[in-house]
């Protein structure tokens, strides 16, 4: 019998500790700079009402599903799905890769927020954000001639992060995970609520707030704003990653499960809608000041983030503060995640091998540390993390779920009896609509997604 298997599975502290973690691992990158754009280019306003169904038809079954999983096993998922059938296990070592690969890129994302805080108060940036971006600070590493400064734009505070990471996740679930997203949550709220408000009493807000509210109703019949819905729904609640799966794992036999879903799903779409109003009422601003419409100036991701707001902290009152505490809060929203990513690849291998937390956590995490350092601070890992995140996001997220609910609806046919664990320590019932979510429009919705990203790949 391995060391693991004797040694206790280590348990959360409390239902809050689970949430605030849980939550943490949501509110991520997509809730700041993926939720916005994708609301305003499906519909605006009226893109809300896919958003809703998508949440309660596809999102909450999910994510009730891995929750329930993961707690009637305790195991991390490769480990869950072989108990619940052999070749499942593929299944949960395809999510443990992909939770690999992401984390060595997302981590990236939080060294060069943590940068970028330190570049907004001397808004270091200049008077060309784009290419101070684009080439000062994401060729620093790849070119050996230029000033040590710059190449540490990356290198060290990607060391950084890393060792954060690591010294959480030694610390353990609870002492650990637990403690520091009681901190990051709270935190996180708290600054978001003084940008948000910031943000809406700049001038030309509401400009960038009608820009994003005014329903497009025709949007409704539009298959692809459905399908970004979904898309929007799955990547925001870290659903198809094992991610919840696995936190859930360290859950007590009597935790409630759906009431869990339940806050965890409508705290990150609070979330979503809260900095869908920041950013908006940003832009809004920034096509004010330069005499622009909104949707000239309207960006998501990476752009959004390293070039536009910069150029508009430029421009705005208390710019440097505003800009720090944005920055803060990105690196804290991606710190949260990307603790919960590299969990589901220690677990796993704790689970499959009975290692012991703290040298799994500082040989796996480690090396997915390493991979990271290396790769990604030259131009080589930039444009493999563009191909990685493209082929994940499109693909290999929406393959891992469709296959597991595929084999828990169809080929099993075992979604009852985890409709029946979960209904044992909840208030809320679950229903026969769950199975109709799980079973069928699920697996339909992640098809016809799947479908859609290759027909748009031959375009
Ligand atoms: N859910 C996170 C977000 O909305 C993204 C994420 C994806 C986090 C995958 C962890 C794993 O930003
Ligand atoms: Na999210």
Known sequence: MSQQTREQREQWGSRAGFLMAAIGSAIGLGNIWRFPAEAYKNGGGAFLLPYLVALLTAGLPLLILEYTVGRKYRKSPPAAFRQISRPAEAIGWWQVVICFVIASYYAV??????????????????????????????QAGSEPGLPSSLVGNVFWPLLAVWIIVLAILALGVRRGIERANKIFIPALVFFFLILVVRAVTLDGASKGLDALFSPDWSALTDGSVWVAAYGQIFFSLSIGFGIMVTYASYLGRRADLTGSALVAGFANSSFEILAGIGVFATLGFMAQANGAAVDDVVSEGVGLAFIAFPAVISQMPLGAAFGVIFFVSLAIAGLSSLVSIVQVVISAVQD????????????????????????????????????????????????????????????????????????????????????????????????????????????
């Open 109 to 138: 994302i939080v060294a060069w927020a943590v940068r970028y805080a330190g570049f907004s108060f001397g808004k270091d940036w200049g008077k060309d954000p784009e290419k101070f971006f684009m080439g000062d600070f994401l």
């Open 352 to 459: 499959r091998t009975g290692m012991r937390r703290v040298p799994a956590v500082w040989t796996v995490g480690g090396l997915v540390a390493v991979v990271s350092l290396v790769l990604f601070p030259t131009d080589a890992g930039l444009s493999l993390l563009d191909a990685a995140d493209h082929f994940i996001n499109q693909y290999g997220i929406a393959l891992a779920a469709l296959f597991f609910l595929v084999v828990m609806a169809w080929i099993l046919r075992r979604l009852r009896p985890f409709q029946a664990n979960a209904d044992e320590t909840s208030a809320v019932r679950l229903g026969v609509w769950w199975r109709v979510c799980l079973g069928v429009i699920t697996p339909l919705v992640l098809g016809w997604m799947m479908v859609d990203s290759l027909r748009k790949e031959f375009d």
